[in-house]
């Protein structure tokens, strides 16, 4: 042993060498958006909740959903999730299971009673919101939380629009909508159930009795199929059809009913049908392959033993006896460059006949905009809305879901109700906090390090027996257990939100990361932009960009 | 070697697995290992002993030889016993590291298997890989057989801890590696008693909150390099002390080089490894024809033990240095020392320098014979000689 200790051994540093000056590019930490946000209608913070259910912060996973949505355990249920087709894991192994995981959530939500907070002030301005449907319901329940007094005018004598009278119970209970409809209900808002706001001259009241108005009065007024005549008694309407209950379901029905439509209201009334006990057939212009129906949904009704005639069209329906002889032709579907767009030529001799009792025809529905002549632009098929806020033509007027878009998606209302909510604070509010959504772009793929990702195949829903759905209207879907949503939040790439998992702290060769309690800071003076944490950061919350300054 | 086996512990053990005994004997804390043929078995044969409870060593996989040796220098500057080993191109990739190393003053005891470096592949034995090592500061020493080299690791890591520079020892690819021998192995308690722990002049503690290897003046970087220079010339007489003692532990004393039949001699062989056993039987062949030939086998290579050279090869009229390995444009490196350790000494032998066996092809005892015959009385030329 040396009894000298060392020129070696020493009390300086390797601070003296400020490295950063070496430096050409410098790693940026900052959050961004994931492709699921990005993708998602209502704007979920999807990355933050799915991390706050790893963690088992199950209650805080609930508060970050309920900011964009206040259905998450519907939305579970039935969103039509872009959000994971748009997903980073989609090319790992599968795409994260965020609806089932929503629904987790939203059904744990409802069984543990947890509640909207009071707004923090109470504000004196005052809005109505016409149509009790997922639009309206989501722009109440937006403007109550930020003190603003709601009077909700409903037509019907329940709320839920859609949700309530066009989704059947085995894809949505009634529990869980009356669960978080009450939810909403309860911040204080004037309801008026059974209070249609018939026409222009109604809505030019509200508009001067309150400081703005949020119209979402959804599509009520089916599309008319040529060649169907629909005065005759074996022609029935499917959003009526779907509103009314089994009794008189069954009582309007034949034996053997042909659903004409490819979309989820075709499959909706279809399978509703078969639970009726009845032979069903659906009828669709699109070829296989290119139905608008969900994946699910064709699946599901496929295993229940409803037939498809894909790539068809009804030209005419006779009916005799109780029974009714089809006439139709196969057709050339062609995918057109617009979007929604497509040609169906009738194919020659390709005709054939189909001997039914009902024809239910669903192809879609049109809002009804008649009635606001004269005070709004209703020369296009929807309610012309400009900007993200559901502004109108007329100020003080805002409008969102189906009578404002043609996309037809729940969700999609939801999110048109929460963003006009945010503009009509904004018009009335002094000082109000809205906050602008992200301009970062997304993180994809190539900025995750998949190494930290173990493959692990998605956990699936069960379904129920296929012999047991078709005696029950009860769910067919059935929830995650907590065992499986746990392992499927951990599946979360957390695409571009930080989990604060050091990597970048332990992996810098020049202790240039500093911790602090909510994410990494980066010590420019000894920084030499070597790009270690980004290649080492799971979650792509780091990232290079060049820096001319140093 | 022959030298006599006192302890009754013998067990059949290859080359690796002698060295793997070795470490286990001198119970290292840490181990950072990466595999490279053929020195892997040292490494199977660790975590055998380790998943059987047999080893407290820590062992560490990580994933390349640069990052084993940066493993070995963090753990080895906070003051543990680190044990590595490796071979060729994973020696290459240590290279800087062997370095921070030396220049760290780390008493790290690292086992490299000789083996040809690519290009072109290959897997045979050859020393340029660890003699190309010879200026980053470590200490170098050559076995000849199984039974050495787990006598070495141990007595390595007393040289090592006593002069705080790391130790690496060499032995030739399957030569040795694989060879398999009856090897003593010596009592647990014994090796406790030959190598314990010592405490370090300078090591890691946030408590003491110095650093080893921080940024430096000039002449501070200097004044190491001076420091190490003090250290280098310790090593000598430390690697006497540890073979000595070694030696009255087990009965198989060692030195820095082994003479074999050098009285009187008038031409001795000068190697370093497996080359020395069949150096040996050339010279018994040798003198039984009438040729007064010995052997200078090297032990330590870094630092080079040249006044015991010159001792021992103070009347001998012809040396003939094997070399199993090549430095291109030079020729022989082990040929080279000797010249450099003699230019200019009274009485210096004829030195000739020959490439034996590079890339490890065959050198029969009678190409050795012939060469004493040939050159015994040859004129100096400083040339290096291919043998075929």
Request: glycine share 8%; charged share 20%; with cysteine.
């Amino acid at each position: 042993m040396n009894s000298q200790p060392s020129t070696l051994w020493t009390h300086l540093s390797s601070e003296t060498n400020h490295t950063g000056t070496w430096r050409s590019a410098l790693p940026l930490y900052q959050n961004q958006p994931s492709p699921c946000h990005g993708a998602c209608p209502v704007g979920g913070s999807i990355a933050t909740w799915i991390k706050q259910v790893k963690d088992g912060d199950h209650y805080e996973a609930w508060l970050t959903l309920v900011d964009n949505n206040p259905f998450p355990a519907i939305a579970g249920r039935i969103c039509h999730h872009p959000c994971e087709t748009a997903c980073n894991r989609a090319e790992h192994d599968e795409t994260v299971g965020i609806c089932s995981l929503e629904r987790f959530v939203g059904d744990l939500a409802l069984r543990e009673g947890w509640s909207f907070p009071s707004p923090d002030v109470e504000l004196s301005q005052s809005v109505a919101v016409i149509g009790g449907g997922p639009a309206g319901l989501s722009a109440a329940y937006q403007l109550r939380r930020q003190g603003l007094q709601v009077t909700l005018f409903e037509a019907r004598e329940a709320l839920g629009g859609l949700m309530r009278y066009g989704i059947p119970s085995y894809r949505l209970s009634p529990d869980i909508l009356d669960g978080e409809v009450a939810r909403i209900t309860a911040m204080g808002i004037d309801l008026r159930l059974n209070a249609e706001v018939m026409d222009e001259k109604a809505l030019t009241a509200l508009h001067k009795d309150f400081d703005a108005v949020f119209l979402a009065t959804g599509a009520s007024l089916p599309k008319e199929l040529p060649g169907l005549d629909y005065s005759q008694s074996f022609v029935l309407d499917s959003a009526a059809f779907l509103a009314d209950e089994p009794e008189a379901q069954s009582s309007q029905t034949g034996e053997h009913i042909l659903v004409i439509g490819g979309g989820s209201a075709a499959l909706d009334v279809a399978r509703t049908a078969r639970r009726l006990g009845r032979k069903v057939t659906v009828l669709t212009l699109e070829s296989e392959g290119h139905l608008p129906a969900q994946q699910v949904e064709l699946d599901e009704a496929s295993e229940e033993g409803i037939e498809f005639i894909t790539g068809a069209m009804m030209q005419s329906a006779v009916g005799k006896d109780g029974s009714v002889t089809v006439h139709a032709t196969k057709v050339d579907f062609q995918i057109g460059n617009a979007p929604g767009g497509f040609t169906a030529a009738p194919v020659a001799g390709s005709e054939f006949t189909i001997e039914v009792n009902t024809i239910i025809p669903a192809i879609g529905q049109d809002a009804d905009l008649a009635r606001w002549n004269g005070i709004l632009n209703t020369s296009g098929p929807v309610i012309n809305i400009s900007g993200a806020h559901g502004k109108t033509s007329q100020p003080g007027i805002f409008a969102g879901g189906d009578v404002a878009s043609m996309s037809r998606f729940v969700t999609q209302a939801i999110g048109m109700g929460k963003e006009a909510a945010l503009g009509i604070v904004a018009t009335l509010v002094d000082d109000a906090d809205v906050v602008a959504p992200s301009q970062e772009p997304e993180v994809l793929l190539d900025r995750i390090n998949t190494a930290y990702h173990v493959n692990h195949g998605r956990n699936t829903q069960g379904l129920a027996e296929v012999a047991s759905r078709l005696e029950t209207f009860d769910e067919v879907q059935q929830p995650l257990a907590p065992a499986q949503a746990q392992s499927e939040a951990e599946r979360c790439f957390s695409c571009g939100t930080c989990t604060l998992c050091d990597n970048c702290f332990y992996y810098c060769p020049d202790v240039a990361i500093i911790k602090l309690e909510d994410g990494y800071e980066i010590k420019t003076d000894y920084c030499k932009g070597c790009g270690l944490c980004v290649a080492e950061c799971p979650t792509g919350s780091i990232h290079m960009q060049e820096d001319i300054a140093s | 070697m022959n030298a006599p086996i006192r302890n009754e512990n013998l067990q059949l053990l290859n080359g690796n697995h002698a060295v793997a005994w070795g470490v286990r004997l001198a119970s290292p804390d840490v181990a950072p290992l990466y595999p490279i043929t053929p020195q892997t078995p040292i490494l199977e044969k660790l975590i055998d002993f380790k998943s059987a409870d047999l080893l407290g060593t820590e062992i560490l996989t990580p994933e390349s030889e640069h990052s084993a040796m940066a493993a070995a220098v963090a753990a080895s500057a906070t003051g543990a016993r680190v044990f590595s080993a490796t071979s060729s191109q994973g020696l290459l990739l240590m290279h800087e590291l062997l370095h921070y190393a030396a220049g760290s003053r780390l008493p790290i005891v690292l086992f490299n298997v000789n083996r040809t470096p690519a290009a072109p592949w290959g897997f045979w034995p050859d020393q340029i890989d660890s003699l190309s090592q010879r200026d980053t500061g470590w200490v170098q020493l050559y076995s000849e057989t199984p039974q050495e080299s787990l006598d070495t690791v141990i007595q390595a890591f007393r040289i090592a801890e006593a002069s705080e520079l790391p130790v690496m020892v060499n032995h030739d690819a399957f030569y040795v590696s694989h060879a398999v021998e009856p090897v003593s192995v010596p009592d647990q308690g014994a090796v406790e008693l030959y190598l314990p722990k010592v405490d370090r002049s300078m090591w890691l503690d946030t408590d003491i909150g110095r650093a080893i290897g921080a940024p430096i003046g000039q002449d501070g970087w200097n004044r190491t390099r001076r420091e190490m220079d003090a250290a280098m010339q310790t090593i000598v007489g430390l690697t006497k002390d540890a073979g000595k003692a070694w030696g009255e532990m087990s009965g198989r004393p060692y030195a820095p080089l082994e003479l074999y039949r050098c009285d009187d001699a008038e031409v001795v062989f000068v190697t370093m490894g497996s080359m020395a056993g069949t150096a040996r039987e050339a010279v018994d062949r040798l003198r039984e024809s009438g040729v007064a030939a010995g052997l200078v086998k090297v032990r330590l290579f870094r630092p080079m033990p040249m006044a015991d050279l010159h001792a021992a090869l103070a009347d001998i009229p012809c040396a003939l240095v094997l070399d199993r390995n090549y430095s291109p444009g030079v020729g022989g490196v082990l040929h080279q020392e000797l010249m450099a350790g003699f230019y200019g000494a009274e009485n210096a032998p004829r030195i000739f320098g020959f490439l034996t066996g590079v890339g490890g092809t065959n050198v029969p005892v009678e190409m050795l014979e012939k060469l004493a015959v040939d050159y015994r009385q040859a004129k100096q030329n400083n040339n290096p000689i291919w043998v075929e």
